[in-house]
């Protein structure tokens, strides 16, 4: 562009003393912060607070941003500059100085004041807090770590109180990172790396056929009884497979590239160039530039240099480390997925990094913020998320501040595009905690926000999709190490993790989504997906450690972290094409995706032919009679899943056979037309990129 380094002073400068990831599980958060009550939180404790002042005449800006993305409206696609929606509905100065007075008041030191009065940050004890804001704060056991969260929603009094909207850093819940490794189902740990200089040089390294032709295998116990034969589809390369087709499977970008139909896209000239995908991150990678451009000299993209790459830091700094929650959060292999594979897929763009200090809330909130005051980009991509219900019933303030934000971009003419959870519908972590209760993730379902879930995807030899489940996977053993006598009888695991998506219970179906044969009064998402599953996982370069001069390795990654900044990439070239047609930028993709015909996004629906070769299997343990395993018995899916696609797998550490089953995601389904896997589909390359621009013309 160049980047001016110096927009890192912009905004806020301060550091959130909150504790790091909060309420989690094996694969998720917990639905509510039930615990072991500690008693008071110490009342000399420091705490950080942010309080959101109201917008000015927000009836007026909820109907004014409902035109804009209405084609009847002479106000369709008209968005406000910065400056045109701080002078209608940003707070004042004045406000915000009321505000600073009254924590000034109450013995909380004022350490920042937003440029637009949205916010004002400050610090103080817990002491003074919890009288400042009408609540106390207790420590409380959650899953085995000490967490501070108030007891009652916080109130003001005074001239400040009809100013104030909501406050934020009372708890230190947090937000998780929604990447996924792929996992070793032996060891339940994510799959060693490769060192790049093993393979050579070529962008290659894992095996592209992640679904191969259908195989046979017999398991014998001493070479005699008992026994089982099964057969069907088989899994990923040969664990004995030498590189560059290393097991089990992983894609790199030229073949995610032809798979999406981009090479037709970039020989159109579009590549991203002239546009800029903003990613909003906690902590960062410390090796970023160094991995980013190793990915990029092995995949053939350009490099990322101070032309078109930057890194702001809202919070005042944003380091990884093993001591405040990255290392252990994965933010670092976020950062690195996110970067990587938006450069990928539209290697023409700008790519800004805006980096929270952490993973809280009023943090990751910030920057988010910070990104769209200064005007980065037309593309946010946010990987992060918590569920919806645990917010609504405890912390809706976060909703208040999440959903402000998505309007104020979608005012602006930007697209927020948030993954929808790697969880399924989190039922597996709510019954554990005691709420039998499912939720999509926030704030992928805000009605100013567009949802993007994630799939299965199979490549034929040529790198064409062959075949897309909704990402959703259980698996079974079925038979034991070398010499590999059966598992009597298989052994069922169950969920393992799924796209996100369902029924929001707090945000009314926006305009964009009624008409469309989707049923309900609420927000439905997602609305659009592309890759997800960590075991159809693209391929990244990455120092796991996050310190400068340790090993690279190449590691294959998910969830809907992958999907979120591929999608955002897309989009990005997609407001290229727009500007080559002396058109504005496109605003929020979702209330797009559903006015597009049937031809420029794939509808992603397992198939009868599809299920032909899924495994079935028999086992012969006399004097029993012979057992026949049907795909459904082996895959044990949760209704109302009707079709999925099922694979035989060898564990390359432990030499043990499993069946995967994929397209079983909790209690959400894929099928025809929409669904709460992965909404619409997946973009159809060119198809799409024409037709989003023919239908804002």
């Not at 990654?557 to 591929?566: A, D, Q, R, Y």
């Not at 299920?611 to 012969?620: A, D, K």
């Not at 030499?655 to 037309?673: E, K, M």
Request: charged share 15%.
């Amino acid at each position: 562009m160049p980047f001016s380094k110096n927009l890192s002073q912009i905004g806020v400068r301060f550091t959130l003393s909150l504790g790091s990831l909060a309420l989690i599980v094996t694969s998720g958060f917990a639905v509510t912060p039930q615990g072991t009550t500690l008693g008071p939180e110490d009342q000399s404790k420091p705490i950080s607070v942010t309080v959101w002042l109201n917008l000015h005449n927000k009836a007026t800006l909820d109907a004014m941003v409902q035109d804009m993305y209405d084609k009847s409206s002479p106000n369709y696609h008209r968005f406000l500059t910065l400056n045109e929606f701080k002078k209608q509905f940003s707070p004042t100065a004045k406000e915000a100085a009321t505000v600073r007075d009254y924590l000034n008041a109450h013995n909380m030191k004022v350490t920042s004041i937003d440029k637009n009065n949205h916010f004002v940050v400050a610090q103080g004890r817990v002491a003074d807090a919890q009288i400042a804001f009408n609540t106390k704060i207790n420590r409380t056991m959650i899953n085995g770590v000490a967490h501070h969260v108030n007891t009652a929603p916080p109130t003001i009094t005074g001239p400040a109180a009809a100013l104030v909207s909501t406050v934020q850093g009372l708890s230190d819940l947090a937000y998780q990172a929604n990447v996924k490794p792929g996992i070793n189902p032996e060891t339940r740990t994510p799959y060693a790396g490769v060192r790049p200089s093993a393979v050579g040089a070529d962008g290659l390294f894992f095996s592209a056929q992640c679904l191969r032709p259908p195989q046979t295998v017999t398991f014998t116990t001493g070479g005699s009884t008992p026994k089982a034969i099964y057969a069907g589809n088989r899994y990923g390369a040969d664990i004995n497979s030498p590189a560059p087709n290393l097991p089990s499977c992983g894609y790199d970008a030229a073949e995610m590239q032809k798979a999406y139909g981009l090479n037709k896209v970039y020989k159109n000239g579009l590549d991203g160039t002239g546009q800029t995908i903003v990613i909003v991150d906690a902590f960062g990678s410390n090796t970023i530039l160094d991995d980013a451009n190793l990915f990029s000299q092995l995949n053939g993209l350009p490099q990322l240099t101070d032309a078109n790459f930057a890194i702001f830091t809202p919070n005042g700094s944003a380091t990884c480390t093993t001591t405040n929650g990255c290392i252990s959060g994965n933010w670092q292999f976020e950062t690195t997925l996110d970067v990587e594979w938006a450069h990928a897929i539209a290697p023409g763009a700008n790519i800004v990094l805006v980096l929270a200090a952490d993973n809280s809330f009023a943090n990751l909130d910030l920057a988010n913020l910070f990104a769209i005051e200064n005007s980065f980009g037309t593309v946010i991509s946010n990987s992060f998320g918590a569920p919806e219900i645990l917010l609504q019933n405890f912390f809706p303030s976060e909703l208040t501040v999440e959903n402000g934000i998505s309007e104020i971009a979608a005012a602006l003419g930007m697209s927020h595009n948030i993954s929808s959870g790697d969880s399924g519908d989190f039922l597996v972590e709510d019954t554990a905690n005691g709420v039998p209760a499912v939720s999509v993730t926030a704030n992928c379902a805000s009605p100013f926000a567009t949802g993007v879930g994630g799939t299965s995807t199979f490549l034929d030899s040529k790198n064409n999709i062959e075949l897309q489940t909704g990402w959703g996977m259980n698996f079974a053993r079925i038979a034991e190490p070398t010499p590999n006598p059966p598992t009597i009888p298989p052994l069922l695991f169950g969920f393992q993790g799924g796209s996100g998506g369902g029924t929001s219970v707090v945000y009314a179906k926006p305009k964009y989504q009624k008409g469309q044969g989707i049923s309900g009064k609420f927000r439905l998402v997602p609305d659009i997906s592309m890759n997800a599953d960590p075991d159809t996982g693209n391929e990244i370069i990455v120092t796991p450690t996050s310190v400068p001069g340790d090993d690279q390795f190449v590691e294959v990654f998910g969830g809907t972290s992958l999907s979120t900044p591929m999608f955002s990439a897309l989009w990005a070239i997609a407001n290229q094409a727009a500007a080559q047609e002396g058109l504005g930028p496109l605003g929020n993709a979702a209330s797009i995706l559903y006015e597009l015909p049937d031809d420029a996004i794939i509808d992603v629906n397992v198939k009868p032919i599809d299920t032909l070769l899924n495994v079935t299997g028999t086992i012969f343990n006399p004097p029993n009679p012979p057992l026949f395993e049907s795909a459904a018995a082996l895959a044990g899916p949760q209704a109302p899943t009707k079709r999925f696609v099922s694979a035989l797998f060898q564990s390359s550490s432990s030499t043990r056979w499993d069946v995967f089953t994929f397209g079983t995601d909790s209690s959400l389904a894929t099928g025809p037309g929409w669904d709460n896997v992965t909404g619409l589909g997946t973009p159809n390359g060119m198809t799409f990129i024409n037709k989003v621009v023919k239908a804002v013309k």
